[in-house]
């Protein structure tokens, strides 16, 4: 899951150096070239790589809890299963598992061909012999989840994760941990007031991405006031959440 993170900081990394363009060209220039939309852009941006954070950090932190390498979490009080289990995949997905289950003797006979050549096929082996060949490709098998993989990011590719109750829903895949709690405690605020700050830099992004950031109180063609300010604070925040979301999973 560390790639999520690796990503995260590409991706901030660049809304810095484009709040720096900004900042530089502002300097240069005379008061009547407005350039504040490099500033909505950068906003914009901050926020898509939370986003696309959430989605990697959920789909890789699944995959690695059906290979066995990551522990599934617990059921809320009111389910008997977690968000894990009740996870939908399509049967053409799940498919093809089961015709290697049926088959299996083929399936086996065509690994072991494809790893040790035909010639093997043609001698006599003991079964203590055959065990390892059998485990590594029965492995191999269970740590292809390419299928998987596709089907999340299916699923999870329709949905958004920016406003913090979406967040949270998604990371119950993953965590039974209270994740704003947990936040909380890793930024050393209140859960509500970190919700609250993320709610408020999410709606300020959909005003742009949206409605053009359109302020219909003034004349046409009037936006939202914009600065380098409000836009510095809002990557410092959405930056420090990320580290902070995953120290907690």
């Known amino acids: 899951m560390q790639s999520a993170l690796d990503q995260f900081r590409v991706s901030i990394s660049r809304v810095r150096d484009l709040i720096a363009l900004h900042n530089s060209v502002k300097a240069q220039a005379t008061g009547a070239l ?24 959920v789909t890789l932190g699944m995959l690695e809890i ?14 008997t299963q977690s968000a894990f289990s009740r996870f939908e995949v ?22 072991i061909q494809q790893a040790q050549g035909y010639a093997f096929l043609q001698q006599t082996h003991s079964v203590s012999a055959l065990i390892p060949i059998i485990s590594s490709s029965i492995q191999s098998r269970l740590n292809n989840t390419s299928w998987l993989e596709s089907e999340i990011r299916k699923r999870l590719g329709y949905q958004s994760f920016q406003q913090a109750g979406k967040i949270a829903d998604a990371i119950r895949y993953i965590s039974d941990k209270k994740l704003w709690d947990e ?3 890793q930024m050393s605020r209140s859960a509500k007031d970190i919700k609250q700050q993320l709610n408020s830099i999410v709606d300020r992004r959909n005003k742009i991405a949206h409605e053009a950031d359109i302020d219909p109180t003034f004349n046409i063609g009037s936006r939202w006031n914009i600065d ?22």
Do not use: C
Request: charged share 25%; no cysteine; hydrophobic share 50%.
């Open 34 to 57: 407005d350039i504040s939309d490099m500033l909505r852009a950068a906003l914009v941006l901050a926020v898509s790589a939370l986003d696309y954070y959430v989605h990697e950090v």
């Open 228 to 249: 380098e300010l409000l836009v510095g604070d809002a990557v410092d925040f959405l930056e420090m959440l990320v580290e902070s979301i995953h120290q907690v999973l």
């Open 66 to 79: 059906h290979r066995g390498n990551r522990a599934e979490p617990k059921a809320s009080a009111n389910a």
């Open 183 to 185: 936040v909380a405690t």
């Open 90 to 111: 399509s049967l053409g997905g799940a498919r093809q598992d089961r015709l290697t289950a049926i088959d299996i003797a083929a399936w086996l006979e065509t690994e």
